[in-house]
Structures are given as structure tokens and as C-alpha cells.
């Protein structure tokens, strides 16, 4: 059986998370899980780094301490996973959906100048897949507009733009460490920001909004976001070996474009130099067929996100060409870290026997 993807986390995690029992720590969020955020700020090149227990309450985290007021609209792709514009509904600020781009999947900046009004607050900008997409253009019009702009990066560590690793475009970024991230927690996630100011909040925000353990005075509205010390144990070791995690995925991505690049039924939009994917996705009027053969096999894939626009919750937004072509095609191929170029081999035969 190959899995369309599987948590990796390596001997050394294991035997420090033991070695960490063993000792009689004291389990909950302390001082590994700030060495974890040292590291992690330093990796991702940023000045703050708050670690949370997964990847939407960061993203609504964000959100609750940006002083923002009901009627503020918050603007998301139609292509990226559900919590992405959940995060911000569940405070109950108002989304709308910007179609995605037809060059790498990510935000469109002319969908999205045409979807900002005066109430347009926030930008939430994902790199699907560890794409990095136009951030840049996006950055612009956000300044100009004087939008605040977030990025979810829970694809994209390993994601550069240029000499700096994503999440330094706007005010604050959203990691995952869910079970088939580059880093795994099982569940955890982290904020990095350049903002004092909303560093410290966001620190208060995730301790009942109190400035220190053990001390009841809560003069700021929070709750209880901490993460464990058991969970920290894992990523930083696997943060350890990141330079061959994202060599591994990469060499994965590659590999798999090679044998397949010459099925015209199959379009893959390339990662580029500076760009980790997550996982490899295709995107074929064929998925059906191809993920049915593969099945027959044991191996598993994964249909890439529904456009947010096809689910029941966001059905009112009409009019998103681009994201309703490609994000109703689109497969996960299997892509975990210990996958074997034997195992590719087998996959592609499979699929280019499949769509021929
Ligand atoms: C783009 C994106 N944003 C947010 C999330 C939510 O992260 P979590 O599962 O850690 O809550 C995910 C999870 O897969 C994701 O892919």
C-alpha cells in the first residue's frame, strides 16, 4: 500500500520524545517549545515566532487581534483548504472569495483589485502548494489600499522569496504542523510576525491574556492556545533536518514531472528554485480514471481542495472561472518523504498506461 501521504518524522524525534518522558518534565508548553520558536523565527527569518495548536486557530488568532470591526470584508483565495476562510468566519467577519491565477494557482491580482471595496480589511494569501505566486504584486496593491495582509503559508515552508523565506510579505504569517506537513506535530501550527506589538498579543491572546504563567490578572480578553512540550520535542529535531526534508520534496516533485511530462492528458504547473511543494498535484480532465487505477493498486491519492465556492457554507460567490476549472481536477499524487523512486516508477506507469 503507498499512502497518498504519511507522517516522517525520523529516528531522532522518536528517541528525544522518549528520552523527554523519561525525564519527569513537565510536559505542558514551556521551555522547548520556545527553543522550537527560536528556531523556527530564525529559519523562516522572521522576529517573532508563537506557537499554537494547529493551523486555523493561528489564522483566527491573527484576525482577533487586528482591532478589526464587523463589517470588515476579508478577502481569500477560492483555492485553498477550508480553514483558511473559516478562520476568519468563525469570528464572524465577513469573506469573499478572489479567483486564483491560471500561472501558479495562487491569488489573481486583478481578481483581486476588482473584489476590494471600502471595507476590504484583510488579505489572506495561501501559496498553494508552496507556490509563491504574485505575493509580490499582491504585497503592492495591499499597500496602496492600506490592507493588512496575512499569508497561510501552510504549504510552503521551504518557500523563498528571494534571499527570505515566505511569510515576511505582510503582517503576520500561519504555519500547520497537522500530520502530512513538512514539519509534523500530528497537530500544531505557529504565527511568525516583524510586530512587536502584535507578537506580544498575540502571546497574551493564547494565555488566558495573562503576561506570565501562574499570574491571574487578565487584562486582555484571551484563552488557552498553548501547545505541549511533547509536541516541540518533535519539530525541532525534525526542524533539525530541514535542509533534507525540502531537498527530499523537491527531488520528489521532480521526479515525478520527468516521467511524466510527456502525457499531454496531465498539466503540472512547475515549482520553481525557491519554491517546496507539499505534494505533488496534477490536474487532468482524467483524474477520475487515473485515481481509480491506482486504487486497484494500494495506492492512494487525494482530490486537491474543492473550490471554497462549491461548498455549501460559500455558494453565494459566483463568477471564479479559473479556480472552478482547475480545483475540480486536480489530484494529490503520493508524496510522502520516505516515498521510493521505485515507487514513482510504478505510479507513472500506472497513469501513463491509464490516460493513454
Ligand atoms: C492552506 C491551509 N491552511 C490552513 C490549514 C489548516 O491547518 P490545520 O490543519 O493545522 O488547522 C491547512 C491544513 O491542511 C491548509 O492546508
Request: hydrophobic share 35%; charged share 25%; proline share 3%.
Amino acid at each position: 500500500m503507498i499512502y497518498q501521504i504519511r507522517p516522517v518524522i525520523g529516528d531522532k524525534a522518536k528517541k528525544k520524545l522518549i528520552q523527554y518522558i523519561k525525564k519527569d518534565n513537565w510536559i505542558t508548553e514551556h521551555k522547548v517549545t520556545y527553543d522550537f520558536e527560536k528556531s523556527f523565527a530564525k529559519f523562516t527569518n522572521s522576529k517573532y515566532c508563537i506557537a499554537f495548536p494547529n493551523g486555523t486557530i493561528t489564522m483566527s488568532s491573527i484576525l482577533a487581534c487586528l482591532n478589526l470591526k464587523k463589517k470588515d470584508e476579508i478577502l481569500v483565495s477560492n483555492y485553498t483548504m477550508v480553514a483558511t476562510a473559516n478562520a476568519a468566519r468563525f469570528f464572524n467577519f465577513k469573506v469573499k472569495l478572489v479567483d486564483i491565477s491560471n500561472k501558479d494557482l495562487c491569488m489573481c491580482p486583478n481578481d483581486l483589485i476588482r473584489k476590494i471595496n471600502k471595507n476590504t480589511r484583510v488579505v489572506i494569501y495561501t501559496q498553494m502548494n508552496g507556490r509563491l505566486g504574485q505575493i509580490n504584486k499582491i504585497k503592492k496593491i495591499c499597500k496602496e489600499n492600506s490592507i493588512h495582509l496575512i499569508e497561510d503559508s501552510a504549504h510552503a515552508i521551504g518557500t523563498y522569496n528571494s534571499k527570505k523565506h515566505v511569510g515576511n510579505a505582510g503582517i503576520a504569517s500561519s504555519y500547520s504542523f497537522s500530520m502530512p506537513k513538512l514539519i509534523t506535530m500530528g497537530q500544531g501550527g505557529a504565527i511568525t510576525t516583524n510586530n512587536l506589538n502584535l507578537s506580544k498579543k498575540l502571546r497574551l491572546f493564547k494565555n488566558f491574556g495573562r503576561s506570565k504563567e501562574g499570574n491571574d490578572i487578565h487584562d486582555f480578553l484571551g484563552y488557552n492556545f498553548r501547545i505541549t512540550d511533547m509536541q516541540s520535542v518533535i519539530a525541532l529535531e525534525q526542524l533539525k533536518t530541514i535542509k533534507s526534508r525540502i531537498k527530499i520534496k523537491k527531488k520528489i516533485f521532480k521526479f515525478y514531472q520527468n516521467k511524466l511530462k510527456e502525457n499531454k492528458s496531465i498539466q503540472i504547473f512547475d515549482i520553481k528554485k525557491n519554491e517546496t511543494p507539499w505534494s505533488v498535484d496534477i490536474y487532468s480532465d482524467k483524474i477520475e480514471t487515473i485515481r481509480k487505477k491506482l486504487l486497484a493498486n494500494n495506492i492512494y491519492t487525494r482530490y486537491v481542495y474543492p473550490p471554497l465556492n462549491t461548498q455549501k457554507i460559500y455558494n453565494n460567490f459566483k463568477n471564479l472561472p479559473v479556480s472552478n476549472n482547475y480545483c475540480t481536477k486536480g489530484l494529490w499524487l503520493p508524496s510522502s518523504l520516505d516515498l521510493k523512486k521505485k515507487e514513482i516508477e510504478k505510479i507513472c506507469k500506472i497513469i501513463n498506461r491509464a490516460t493513454n
